[in-house]
């Protein structure tokens, strides 16, 4: 695929932008969000001044649709063109773009616009529950945890990572996908139903020496650690027994979340853990450019819906 630039008209031209999302929401034809019939003979342009562009009508049900039915873009009062942009702008930036950026540079008339568009781009980029399972076929896959940012429902404590955010991640070396979690505390009791819920049987667990892993990887085909309070980070009789993939996921992920979010409640940071996790499993190592994998976040918007007024969001906007 071509890589996109940001001259490519879809960023400045309603109608490039809907041509191509409507393109990548419908790759097999128009599908009507009402009855479901399939094919671009099924459905009419409806042309006019009194209809708004990219309106359909379908021959079968007779009901008018348009390509953003049933997606994160319903109801939006934004050009589509400046939701491609944005998604662009996310999917390309290692370390992420923060809304005031976004306020900037799309000329929306206020902060919460942005900040609320760039938490259902990260809606988009959540992985979804029918992935494979990370280690399939006896791979080998790092876990970890970190700690930032201040958890407002941690016992307070003299020991400062206990005051923090908690984050349990995996990331497979095989495949390249990364998934992490926000957790209340870093125990065997934590991490077991994460382990279970992402990790296939066969697979080779590669932590540090913490206790909590030992039980842990016992239920899987082999489990090899590294000690880091001897300053050991690659196993002298394996090279290949080591976390240091995950580590430097950990790296990009506190860069973006110190120097470009600097802020963020513990409530949101699933969110921030979606941007990050999404954009390590499309990167450029794995053969993915900027404009591919901001078309794959494009595509994930279907089916998915983030309202303003759920609890938490109309709170934090206006903090």
């Known amino acids: 695929m071509a890589k996109t630039k940001l001259t490519d008209p879809i960023f400045h031209d309603e109608?490039?932008?809907?041509?191509?999302?409507?393109a990548l929401r419908w790759p097999d034809g128009r599908v009507c969000p009402h009855c479901g019939v399939t094919g671009d003979d099924q459905s009419t342009l409806m042309k006019g001044k009194s209809h708004r562009p990219g309106?359909?009508?379908?021959?079968?049900?007779?009901?008018p649709f348009t390509a953003t039915i049933g997606t994160l873009y319903e109801r939006s009062h934004i050009p589509l063109h400046k939701w491609l942009l944005?998604?662009?702008?996310?999917?390309?930036?290692?370390?992420?773009?923060?809304?005031?950026q976004l306020h900037r540079n799309l000329g929306f008339g206020s902060y919460r616009t942005a900040w609320f568009m760039a938490h259902r781009i990260r809606e988009a980029m959540r992985p979804e529950d029918f992935e494979p399972s990370m280690g399939s076929g006896g791979g080998k896959v790092e876990v970890d945890e970190t700690f930032i940012g201040?958890?407002?429902?941690?016992?307070?404590?003299?020991?400062?990572?206990?005051?923090?955010?908690?984050?349990?991640?995996?990331?497979?070396?095989?495949?390249?996908?990364?998934?992490?979690?926000?957790?209340d505390n870093?125990?065997?009791?934590?991490?077991?139903?994460?382990?279970?819920?992402?990790?296939?049987?066969?697979?080779?667990?590669?932590?540090d020496?913490?206790?909590?892993?030992?039980?842990?990887?016992?239920?899987?085909?082999?489990?090899?650690?590294?000690?880091?309070?001897?300053?050991?980070?690659?196993?002298?009789e394996d090279q290949t027994v080591h976390t240091n993939t995950i580590e430097g996921y950990f790296a990009i992920f506190k860069r973006g979340m110190r120097g470009v979010y600097q802020h963020c409640d513990k409530k949101h940071l699933h969110r921030y853990l979606s941007e990050f996790d999404f954009r390590y499993s499309n990167r450029a190592a794995l053969d993915i450019d900027d404009g591919a994998r901001a078309d794959k976040a494009v595509k994930a918007v279907a089916g998915k819906r983030l309202m303003y007024n759920q609890p938490g969001f109309r709170q934090a906007a206006q903090a």
């Open 209 to 236: 020496e913490a206790n909590h892993y030992k039980p842990l990887g016992k239920l899987y085909a082999k489990h090899l650690s590294v000690a880091h309070a001897r300053d050991e980070y690659v196993s002298k």
């Open 86 to 100: 944005a998604t662009h702008l996310m999917c390309s930036s290692k370390k992420g773009i923060s809304a005031a």
């Open 15 to 22: 109608e490039a932008a809907r041509a191509h999302f409507e």
């Open 55 to 63: 309106l359909y009508k379908c021959k079968a049900c007779r009901k």
């Open 150 to 183: 201040k958890d407002p429902d941690a016992p307070k404590s003299r020991t400062p990572i206990h005051n923090m955010c908690k984050v349990v991640s995996l990331v497979d070396r095989n495949s390249g996908r990364a998934r992490s979690f926000v957790v």
């Open 186 to 207: 870093v125990n065997m009791r934590t991490i077991k139903p994460i382990l279970e819920e992402n990790l296939a049987r066969e697979a080779q667990l590669m932590t």
